[in-house]
């Protein structure tokens, strides 16, 4: 079975390579993106249908040779409980992208050149899930760099440049903080193995290099979740970013930096994270707040949107600090819910933005339920699920962070960590309120202009967003299903019982 591993690999690497060598006319080439990504995600699913449950902590399928013999670097892949559900989230989101530009042509043109740019963009994502060694787990996280660099310099808006530069130069600076980090971990362990320096706890690092090598590593994985104030290079992105670069860039880019620090930076770093847990979940907390605020004061759908990512991002890393199990299930929860409900609230906003022509808010001019019924009700639904309704997916990540920060780790202060959830709180009230606002203001009242072009929602729309829907629901109301993943996992990285 381990050749499924390499095959969710191979299979978009080798179709990306296939668009180098072959000229493919643009019929078939609509089809071939969705095709490739398709063999991907069935391989997805027939990884989770294969995965032994009961012994979701240790890691399954792997796949370990020498790299480098003479520096002890290893090609080793394997996938665990915490892992699992990005690598399905990953090829279904990819997937979905590629279903929606069947009958969305990107405004830059160059069709085959966007699937290869996503194809590749695909494996380096993939492979930062399965990656059970620290430099091959660099090497993916880097390889996501380039890709969407060009997706949202090529293919993007009129500011699409500078987003890009931007995006680049943070994303750049981050990662090499990040292998100073990795580095120091090496020095000190001799062993670039995550599977055996997870086991190991922080054995055979000293108190000081663990502090140090877990500042640095936390920092680089920051500027990717992103932290606040490392964030600023996401809202230029996302609002300049067509359409699938803003879906992948929310529903999976995202979740890369916090994988890291459940992966790497927690269980190899302990007493590195007992220390400046206090300080994450403080930036974590302004961001929840920072975000909600921005929020307010935006006038661009998208630009919205992206500023509620900080939000949503600082209640992961509100969990990710609490080092509980609570904690960590909740952050790892509010990966998938986020990486749903906002890659459908930007697919819903691309829609949007191609009728009406804008992503102003102020020249949309309401009435988008009496207008678009399908589009506008979708809009809601991605809305209400974002701001964390009972019942849908969306709850459950902020709920379990502020479950966790009620009772944190033993040797973390708890008086401060109520404060946190307190402030945490009212996050949600203001995520609440910008997000009522934005209806108010775009979906409700009487449409003032005509009826703009394109109509409602397509078939292929809805074959593209009809399951984020579903498993929207289907998560909020059985949160059992994922969480019975990563516990056993998340327990065992804590050393918990």
């Known amino acids: 079975m381990s050749a499924i591993i390499i095959g969710l690999l191979a299979v978009p690497l080798a179709g990306a390579a296939v668009l180098l060598l072959l000229t493919r006319p643009a019929r078939l080439l609509r089809w071939y993106g969705p095709a490739v990504s398709g063999v991907t995600l069935v391989l997805a699913l027939v990884l989770a249908g294969s995965f032994d449950y009961g012994r979701a902590a240790r890691a399954q399928f792997e796949i370990d040779h020498a790299w480098i013999p003479g520096l002890d670097l290893r090609f080793h892949l394997g996938v665990d409980g915490v892992s699992l559900p990005l690598v399905v989230l990953t090829a279904l989101l990819t997937f979905l992208c590629f279903l929606y530009l069947v009958r969305h042509r990107p405004e830059g043109g160059r069709s085959g050149a966007l699937a290869f740019t996503l194809l590749v963009l695909e494996v380096g994502m993939i492979g930062t899930f399965l990656a059970l060694d620290l430099l091959l787990f660099f090497v993916f996280f880097e390889i996501v760099l380039i890709p969407m660099y060009f997706v949202i310099a090529i293919w993007g808006g009129k500011e699409r440049r500078g987003a890009a530069v931007k995006f680049i130069l943070y994303t750049l600076l981050g990662s090499a903080v990040l292998l100073l980090g990795l580095l120091l971990i090496w020095a000190h362990t001799g062993t670039l193995d995550m599977v055996r320096l997870a086991g190991a706890h922080g054995a055979g ?61 927690i269980p190899v770093l302990p007493e590195g994270a007992a220390v400046l847990a206090p300080w994450l979940g403080a930036f974590a907390v302004v961001g929840i707040v920072y975000g909600s605020l921005a929020c307010l004061a935006q006038r661009d759908l998208k630009r919205m949107i992206a500023y509620s990512s900080v939000g949503h991002m600082g209640f992961v890393l509100l969990g990710l600090a609490t080092l509980t199990p609570v904690g960590m299930n909740a952050a790892l929860f509010g990966n998938i819910a986020h990486g749903l409900i906002t890659g459908l609230l930007f697919f819903v906003a691309g829609a949007i933005k191609e009728r009406y022509g804008t992503s102003e808010m102020s020249r949309l001019g309401g009435g988008m339920l009496a207008r678009l019924p399908y589009l506008g009700s979708l809009l809601t639904f991605a809305c209400v699920a974002s701001l964390g309704l009972p019942g849908l997916a969306g709850f459950w990540g902020e709920m379990l962070a502020l479950l966790g920060a009620f009772h944190p780790a033993p040797g973390l202060s708890r008086p401060l960590f109520l404060v946190f959830m307190v402030v945490g709180g009212i996050g949600t009230v203001l995520t609440a309120a910008y997000f009522l606002l934005m209806l ?9 202009e005509p009826v703009p072009r394109l109509g409602d929602v397509s078939p292929y729309e809805l074959a593209a967003w009809t399951p984020l829907v579903v498993l929207t629901v289907a998560l909020g109301l059985w949160p059992k299903a994922l969480l019975a993943v990563t516990d056993p996992a998340v327990r065992a990285f804590l050393g918990a019982p």
């Open 440 to 448: 108010s203001r775009v979906t409700h009242g009487r449409p003032d």
């Open 205 to 265: 690092i000293p108190r000081a290099a663990q502090i140090l090598a877990f500042l640095a590593v936390g920092a680089g994985l920051a500027v990717k979740a992103p932290m606040w104030p490392l964030h600023t290079w996401l809202p230029a992105a996302h609002t300049e970013a067509p359409t699938v670069g803003s879906v992948l860039l929310a529903g999976v880019l995202l979740k890369m930096g916090t994988y890291g620090f459940v992966r790497i930076a």
